[in-house]
């Protein structure tokens, strides 16, 4: 596919749903169909051009998104398959952020299902064009109208057929198109009449259809009033106008494994979807001037294009999507990243279809392609013109709610662990990883069991590196409620000079929050001022371990107050092993307490759900804030300790079928319950032992 292709000859699409609906087995019989391949790849056996990575062909399912350019009726449509399961929703998000148009599938067994409301959700959000194609009508169990019928229920009234099915389950065998009323049955789909059993059926829906269609043209709308007949050539372009225009997405119906609606599908990517010159002008930011600037999607215009997704591996070497938005992208140049602040040396352009590279000299705008070892770039930056720098609007992912820690099962694991995880994080932006001071794990967060689990297979196959992930543990703190005074003398005599200190401290509690202060009332030289850093230095040492459970203690006051010392023996090390058992012995009078932290929740469900989750967080011993009711959700606020959180995104996504979401942060420490403390002490002790 050597050609190039100009902005108006481009199509951008998104293939999204509910995961293991049949979006690979459709994209591979769209390449098939389209000429692009000359075999059929099946998923079971893992020789679909999509799922081409070992994780996704032994687990049968697509867990990143690939590109599949194909060319159909002189126009190229640049494919972007995407996983369906929701652990990889930043897939989906990179695949929307690129495209002009999205084509969700639905299955004609189980119809619309939480995943599919899911990416209708996010289609809406970006504002993109749609078509609905309703696979699997092969299946058994298939029902095209009930699925229609769940369709304009839970997603709109505005989901109108394009085409019927001949028959269906084992009797599938073709469809009708409604636009030039003909059908298409058979082993090699030969155009035949509509069947009279479906004669009534598609007249009635080819008028839905036309209505829907007319409304977006006032002139075809005073003619179909006046009773007018309507050309197909006519008609095409209105259909084309409100699909884009969003008052209606066309439904198709076929079976993805039979290769039945396919072509149909593709026709209708090159006749009702925009080009990105049809989309129109896009807004980039001048860094310098903060100006906004609208860029017409043209080879003319200055350099604009934005990476949405990198691919880390040991053998190729680092590999960054993108799509050009104006201006003209050449091999062998230089580009301006402007969110690193960085010249980035251009090597050779690449096509990828599923794994097979194919070099190019240059893309134009509208186009997407590959770059290979850039120094600098990751998903989510600009690449511009050195003379003319832009930024564009990045791409919004998931936030990362489950956190694990992950630990190397080995030596050798440990001391690359250090160095793949950051490469592998380059390549997931919804991952996130950071070590947590209080207990010194290194905490990875992902959006999910599948996800986490997915980077921990990713890290050895592609690494060879073997980790383990685990529940984080909590960072608990330890404080004292009541004043108190403590002593300790540091006193050894063993021939020669000695060792002495005497250190008297007072203990008192703080507020909330308020954190950890050393302060000194020496009197008349008690302790020479030369030691006085020797026992603050001792107490912040022996703070870090509370005498409950070894956890840090915070919210504490602790005063010198008065001592002794040896004008021989005393020294640094004396005054410093006082302060820290002076501070141990205060710290056993003061009656500790355990202190865990507590963390902000908002969560975000569907109202049905509110009771359940409401109920669920009580049993966490969380508050409930308040409730807000929104039009589709209900959002509830509240706080819960964290401890009893670290699955919830989990039992999130179990109690709401998916379908919620939620945000948490820390707010403040609280004392924990007398009985949970024993518990959180004995655990301590057999972690120690």
């Not at 230089?334 to 590279?357: A, D, H, P, S, Y």
């Not at 205060?586 to 902000?600: A, F």
Request: hydrophobic share 35%; aromatic share 6%.
């Amino acid at each position: 596919m050597a050609t190039q292709y100009g902005p108006d000859k481009i199509r951008n699409v998104v293939l999204l749903s509910h995961y293991g609906v049949g979006k690979t087995t459709l994209a591979e019989s769209m390449l098939f169909a389209s000429g692009t391949i000359k075999r059929l790849g099946n998923v079971e056996d893992g020789t679909t051009t999509s799922d081409y990575d070992p994780l996704e062909i032994e687990r049968q399912m697509s867990v990143n998104l690939s590109l599949l350019p194909q060319v159909w009726k002189e126009t190229k449509i640049n494919l972007i398959d995407t996983p369906g399961y929701a652990d990889f929703t930043s897939e989906m998000k990179s695949g929307l952020r690129v495209s002009e148009g999205a084509i969700i599938l639905v299955c004609a067994a189980s119809g619309v299902e939480v995943g599919t409301e899911q990416v209708w959700d996010y289609v809406e959000e970006a504002n993109l064009p749609r078509l609905l194609f309703i696979n699997r009508m092969d299946k058994e169990n298939a029902n095209f109208f009930s699925t229609l019928e769940q369709i304009q229920a839970k997603l709109g009234t505005k989901c109108l057929p394009a085409t019927l099915p001949i028959g269906s389950q084992s009797d599938f065998e073709g469809f009708v198109d409604l636009l030039n009323m003909k059908g298409y049955a058979g082993a090699d789909l030969k155009e035949t009449d509509v069947p009279s059993s479906l004669a009534e059926q598609a007249t009635s829906y080819r008028e839905k259809l036309v209505e829907a269609a007319v409304e977006v043209d006032d002139e075809l709308l005073t003619k179909y009033l006046e009773g007018d007949e309507i050309s197909n050539d006519e008609i095409l372009p209105a259909i084309k106008k409100a699909t884009i225009s969003g008052k209606l997405v066309p439904v198709f119906a076929g079976s993805a494994l039979q290769s039945i609606g396919t072509k149909a599908l593709l026709d209708a990517i090159c006749d009702f979807f925009p080009s990105p010159e049809e989309h129109g002008a896009i807004t980039a930011v001048n860094p310098a001037t903060k100006e906004k600037e609208e860029l017409k999607p043209a080879i003319g215009e200055p350099l604009s294009s934005l990476v949405f997704k990198t691919t880390a591996d040991p053998y190729v070497g680092k590999l960054n999507y993108f799509r050009v938005y104006s201006g003209l992208l050449l091999g062998n140049s230089q580009v301006w990243n402007t969110r690193k602040k960085g010249m980035e040396r251009i090597g050779q352009l690449f096509t990828l279809r599923g794994k097979n590279q194919e070099p190019v000299p240059q893309l134009a705008a509208g186009d997407v392609g590959v770059l290979a070892r850039l120094s600098l770039t990751t998903t989510g930056d600009t690449l511009c013109s050195p003379e003319h720098h832009l930024i564009l609007d990045g791409i919004k992912f998931p936030q990362a709610n489950l956190t694990m820690a992950v630990q190397p099962q080995t030596k050798a694991d440990l001391d690359k662990m250090s160095t793949i995880l950051p490469r592998i994080c380059e390549e997931d932006p919804a991952l996130r990883i950071h070590r947590e001071q209080d207990t010194n794990e290194l905490l990875i967060s992902g959006i999910g069991d599948a996800h986490l689990e997915m980077i921990k297979e990713k890290a050895h196959r592609k690494f060879g590196v073997k980790l383990n992930l685990t529940s984080p543990k909590v960072p608990y703190k330890e404080t004292i409620t009541v004043a108190t005074k403590a002593e300790y003398k540091h006193r050894k005599q063993t021939g020669g000079h000695g060792q002495y200190g005497h250190v008297l401290l007072e203990l008192e509690p703080l507020p909330r929050g308020t954190g950890f202060e050393f302060t000194k009332k020496i009197v008349g030289g008690a302790i020479p001022k030369n030691y006085i850093p020797a026992v603050e230095k001792g107490v912040n040492e022996a703070k870090q371990q509370g005498v409950l459970a070894g956890y840090p203690v915070i919210d504490a006051k602790v005063t010198l107050y008065d001592g002794s010392f040896h004008p021989v023996d005393s020294s640094d090390i004396c005054f410093k092993i006082a302060g820290a058992q002076a501070l141990k012995n205060g710290l056993s009078e003061g009656q500790p307490i355990l202190l865990e932290p507590i963390m902000n929740l908002t969560v975000t469900a569907p109202e049905e759900f509110t009771g359940d989750l409401t109920g669920d967080l009580n049993s966490r011993r969380g508050r409930v804030l308040g409730i807000e009711p929104e039009v589709k959700n209900n959002t509830i606020q509240a706080q819960a300790p964290y401890s009893e959180l670290l699955d919830y995104a989990i039992v999130l996504r179990s109690i709401t079928q998916g379908r919620g979401s939620f945000t948490m942060e820390f707010s403040h420490y609280e004392e924990v319950p007398p009985h949970l403390t024993q518990k959180v002490i004995a655990q301590r002790k057999q972690e120690k032992e």
